[in-house]
C-alpha cells in the first residue's frame, strides 16, 4: 500500500523540473557546502505527525526513504546553496485558516497557519543550525 501512495504523490501532475539534479562542479565555496551529516541530523529531527505541504511530502516519507532520500536532499540542497534558485514547489505554503472561539462570522475569530514542504524544512532548518552560533 505504501508503493501505491508513494507512486500516487509522485504522479499527481506537478511539473516536475529535469533540470533539478544537475549541479555544476564544485567551485572554491566547496568548504561552505552543506555535509552530509547536516542533512542526516535534521531529517532525523523530522517531528512525525506534521501536516504536509503543498507537496504531500510527510516528514516520515522522508525518514524512511533511508539513505536515498539524504542522497538526493544533499544533492539539491548543495544545487540551492550554489545557484541560489529554490525548486518552486519548496518556495509554495499551503495556507489555512482555524476556527477559534465566539462568532466565526467575524475574521478576527479565525488565525492561519502556512504549511511548507518538509524538504524545504529540511534545508531552512540546516541553515538555522548554521546561523545560530554567528547569532548567540
Known amino acids: 500500500m505504501d508503493r501505491i501512495l508513494l507512486g500516487a504523490i509522485y504522479t499527481c501532475g506537478h511539473n516536475k523540473d529535469p533540470n533539478v539534479l544537475n549541479v ?78 465566539g462568532n466565526l462570522k467575524l475574521c478576527q475569530n479565525y488565525h492561519t497557519i502556512s504549511l511548507i514542504s518538509h524538504p524545504s524544512k529540511v534545508m531552512l532548518k540546516v541553515f538555522l543550525n548554521r546561523f545560530k552560533p554567528e547569532a548567540e
Request: hydrophobic residues 35%; contains cysteine; positive net charge.
Open 24 to 101: 555544476p562542479p564544485s567551485s572554491t565555496n566547496a568548504r561552505h557546502s552543506i555535509l552530509r551529516a547536516e542533512i542526516l541530523e535534521t531529517v532525523s529531527s523530522l517531528k512525525p505527525g506534521k501536516s504536509t505541504g503543498i507537496d504531500n511530502i510527510t516528514g516520515e516519507m522522508i525518514q524512511a526513504g533511508g539513505e536515498a532520500t539524504i542522497d538526493m536532499l544533499l544533492l539539491i540542497c548543495n544545487k540551492i546553496l550554489q545557484t541560489g534558485v529554490w525548486p518552486k514547489p519548496w518556495t509554495q505554503s499551503l495556507v489555512i485558516t482555524l476556527p477559534k472561539k
